[in-house]
């Protein structure tokens, strides 16, 4: 029988693309990355204010509420890196690379919490990566060539590598789920309260009418993505997180079927590289990535 955590992860994968999918249509044109962050950060205060009222008795240690807040300035910070990478890039080599996280987080864990798999699971871990990689390149003159924001994307891994380590540790460490989600909320919100310093930025966010044209859209995506963060932060209370992690990275084969379907019928939309060697690189990572699967769900 398939464990709980491993069906939500998937579920997680699929809200996780739909979600990046709908950012780069909004990101598209002269809508900022730092603009969408913005209003992602008045919306974690909401979330904050509304988790914070069902709480029904808010009880935890300094440590833990210390983490779990950092974990959430560390998750904005990964978020700033991420979207502007979706935005100079393609989404559908940009989320690969982010399959680059369960090999930090497998280090990160195995020294920081002890958590520790068979060679066979530290393999498929390495396959899925080698799969991740190979849809992050494009062809040049039939070379491959690394995308303008890798180094942008490895570093917001490691920092959401980091973060995922220390959910792990303060919800494994006793805190209540529900506090653990005020936390992170508040501690996305604190990480992004830098930005409304800036005048420039304050002047861009008050006066981008493609913010108030884009709302559905970037509510709907934000939707996508909060469930997505609900169910995952119960997966990881369940579930050993550089497993959940690697699964998790599965977003990378709805992000190139999303891409693909939509390029295919609606070009006007979103236009992705799908074509000649490109179209079998990105075959040959997918069947790697799945194979990867196969031998952590068995």
Not at 46 to 58: C, E, G, H, R, S
Not at 223 to 230: N, Q
Not at 237 to 247: E, Q
Request: positive net charge.
């Amino acid at each position: 029988m398939i464990p709980l955590w491993v069906i939500i992860t998937m579920l997680v994968a699929v809200l996780y693309a739909a979600s990046s999918i709908i950012q780069k249509y909004v990101l598209r044109g002269d809508f900022g990355s730092l603009t969408y962050v913005m209003l992602i950060c008045l919306m974690n205060l909401i979330y904050a204010t509304a988790t914070l009222l069902i709480i029904p008795n808010f009880s935890a240690s300094l440590l833990n509420l210390a983490l779990g807040i950092t974990s959430g300035v560390l998750g904005a910070l990964s978020a700033i890196l991420i979207l502007h990478s979706i935005k100079h890039d393609e989404v559908s080599r940009v989320i690969p690379l982010m399959a680059t996280t369960p090999i930090f987080v497998a280090i990160f864990a195995a020294f920081l919490i002890n958590e520790t798999f068979t060679p066979l699971i530290y393999f498929a871990i390495i396959v899925m990566f080698v799969g991740s990689f190979l849809l992050s390149f494009k062809f040049e003159a039939g070379l491959p060539k690394k995308i303008k924001s890798l180094e942008l994307v490895i570093l917001s891994n490691i920092i959401f590598a980091i973060a995922t380590v220390m959910v792990k540790f303060v919800l494994s460490n006793g805190l209540d789920y529900t506090i653990y989600l005020f936390c992170g909320f508040f501690g996305f919100f604190l990480g992004t309260i830098p930005l409304w310093f800036s005048k420039k930025l304050r002047h861009n966010f008050s006066t981008n009418y493609k913010i108030f044209r884009n709302l559905k859209l970037v509510l709907l995506s934000e939707s996508f993505a909060l469930i997505a963060f609900l169910l995952v932060s119960y997966a990881t209370l369940i579930g050993p997180i550089s497993l959940i992690t690697s699964l998790k990275s599965l977003n990378i084969l709805f992000v190139c079927l999303f891409a693909f379907v939509i390029g295919k019928f609606r070009p006007k939309i979103m236009k992705e590289e799908f074509e000649g060697r490109v179209l079998w690189t990105k075959i040959i990572a997918i069947v790697l990535l799945l194979i990867g699967t196969f031998i952590m769900v068995s």
